[in-house]
């Protein structure tokens, strides 16, 4: 019962911190959840985890790592090979050997293995937790595929490395021949178990579609299942790296898929999206898991008379800055020799704050934390493994200080860098915008008398859309000015033609001056909506025509000469009015080549016209049918959209690749069909 709750509890913590990452996006979800790790261990209740380290792996490493290897990037990756390998290799081994030696120098009742073995499970890099503060800032795309390439092998060396470590620490016996020959056992056994049994699975796979057995949730199952089970086989039958298998096993995913998963879409959207799913719960828990541990190895820490709180810290930030200064000597080394030594001309020159941005960009994360929650309690001998609580703080505290450095210096860092991507989301906006207008013109002109209801319900959807990507665009406030104005200027025009319906109304003797004053006092308070407020949105020009009726309604009732057939006719005068101004516009709108914002003004006295009428209950099995149908003629109209701006330049490929992905997404969501 406790583990339920426990598990329930993350699964709150979860939601919780995306809406608090919502609002709060200057601080990365990760940081997020590990607060709310510690909050949740404030909770009345017995809420520690503890887990055995080789079923933490299995569960959290395995399936985190062999994501990674399903999108290893082949040709970004290998233009950077030899900086990624040595990031990989060489700068896991200078960060745990200078780490090591730092931290057992500090605190000597850490045996050097076991410091050895913090130094390995704090080289590898997350690109999550990077790719969380990236959304805000421009970081070089050179130095993201370098932390995301590096991370997809680093994770497994600095792994293996720990694991070595861990065991040297627990046997109490090392010896550096034999650690060697096991390495490479361990790594090239592995590496070999991951190519056989992902060629296996995939193999598989084949052989059970060519069955046909081609049902997507059965290949979404077994790909999930896949990394548990290369794990569980590598490690106990072969005893080599499970970690290893697992990323070369995603690695072939990759290759096969570039070659299949086209012909197979349903079963490629729906294991990305359950894959999204499984990995967002794993590594939440994972920082759910530090935050929930900082509090009791804290108490642990001072609960020893010869370290105290600050002393902690201070062990934390002199790790940090260790791993840092290392990371910094490593990327500046690199760079120079890149561009000096290798001849590489070709590439960027030499820039400190381009080897900064590599530095801080190398923060540590999930498999971290989940390698050093895996230290064994105790020894072979019985005893209890030395400084536990210690190392897991100071990994915890490393893991916290490099988030918070590189949340408040990479901003910084990369002032400036963010007008090329301002740019590109301002250009992706008003493609939106230019789509959800064409969207709305084509609902138009496929728009008769017997699918109206359904049209006037899509044209609003759309129409809502628009307004919400609209006030999306901080970046084009021009685009936004020039958009209000043409709505303000086309419902002016719409405000004039009723007051000339009503007053020929008057003139033919068809109302009398008392429904002529009323109707016309509305049509004033409209006009001062729209001069109040430039940038109101079809949302408040309802809502102000539906508090100037209140208002009018209420005048009336405190009249003598106020009774119901008087308000039935200011009603019906208002309805008459609006069809007219609707009238008036679509046969404007036949003489403009654009004339969607017409279209978007029309769809505001139609929506008014719905209410008034009360004719809104419309979603029986026609009505969902027609609109059905009409949206996927909106989906071809916006396919042809956007090529067109493709062509023409307006966007670029990977632009088109969004809204088309988008177009695609609905377009399978419509023509789904459930089935038990």
Known sequence: MDLLMIVLLLMVGLLISNIVSHYVPAIPTALIQVALGIIITLIPGNYSFEMNAEWFLLLFVA??????????????????????????????????????????????????????ALGAILSPTDPVAVTGIAKRIKIPDQVMVLVKGESLINDASGLVAFKFAIAAVVTGYFSLKEAILDFSYVFLAGAFSGLVLGIIVT???????????????????????????????????????????????????????????????????????TW?????????????????????????????????????????????????????????????????????????????????????????????????????????????????????????????????????????????????????????????????????????????????????GLMQEYTLNFQRNLSGQHNNDKYVTKFNRKINEIRMLAINIQRQHVSDLLSNEKIDIL?????????????????YNLRSGAKFFIKRI?????????????????????????TQVQIQAMKAAITSLEDHAKTLQQPEYLYAVMLDYENILGRFKRINDNHDELFEKQKEELRLKVIDAERYAIRKMYETGEINKEQEKKLRRNSNFIESVLLYEHIE
């Not at 730092?102 to 009742?109: A, E, G, K, Q, T």
């Not at 201070?314 to 290392?326: K, P």
Request: aromatic residues 10%; proline residues 3%; hydrophobic residues 50%.
């Open 63 to 116: 399936p985190i790592l062999y994501n990674d290897g399903r999108h290893f990037p082949q040709k970004e990756l290998w233009g950077m090979k030899t900086l990624i390998l040595g990031n990989a290799f060489f700068l896991v081994i200078l960060t745990t050997i200078g780490c090591g030696y730092v931290i057992h120098y500090l605190i000597p009742s850490i045996p050097l293995a076991a410091a050895f």
């Open 203 to 273: 193999s598989i796979r084949f052989r059970l579609r060519k069955a046909g057995i081609h049902d997507a949730t059965f290949h979404t199952l077994l790909q999930i299942l896949t990394p548990f089970a290369i794990y569980i086989v590598t490690e106990h039958f072969l005893h080599a790296s499970g970690v290893i298998a697992v990323v070369i096993a995603g690695i072939v995913h990759s290759t096969v898929k570039q070659y299949t998963e086209t012909f197979i879409a349903e079963e490629q959207v729906l294991t990305e999206n």
């Open 276 to 456: 999204s799913m499984v990995l967002f719960i794993l590594n939440g828990f994972v920082f759910f898991l530090l935050g929930m541990n900082v509090p009791s190895s804290m108490m642990d820490i001072l609960s020893q008379p010869y370290i105290g709180g600050w002393l902690a810290l201070g062990y934390v930030a002199a790790v940090g800055v260790t791993i840092l200064v290392i990371r910094l000597v490593w990327s500046l080394l690199t760079s120079q020799y890149t561009y000096y030594v290798a001849n590489n001309k070709e590439g960027e020159k030499p820039q400190l704050k381009k080897d900064l941005i590599t530095t801080l960009t190398g923060v540590r994360g999930a498999v971290t934390m989940a390698g050093v929650l895996s230290i064994p309690l105790s020894l072979a001998n019985g005893n209890t493994f030395p400084e536990r609580s210690l190392i897991i703080f100071i990994a915890a505290g490393v893991i916290l200080l490099l988030l918070v450095l590189a949340t408040v210096f990479l901003p910084l860092l990369s002032n400036g860098e963010k007008d090329e991507e301002q740019a590109d989301e301002s250009e992706l906006g008003a493609a939106k915008i230019k789509l959800l207008l064409v969207a709305i013109r084509k609902i138009k002109v496929e728009m008769n008398d017997n699918n109206k209801p359904a049209a006037v």
């Open 515 to 531: 429904v002529y004053d009323r109707v016309m006092q509305f049509f004033d308070m409209q006009e001062a909506a729209l001069e």
């Open 546 to 570: 539906k508090h100037a009726i209140v208002h009018i309604a209420r005048r009336f009732r405190q009249r003598e000469y106020s009774n119901q057939d008087t308000w039935r006719e200011i």
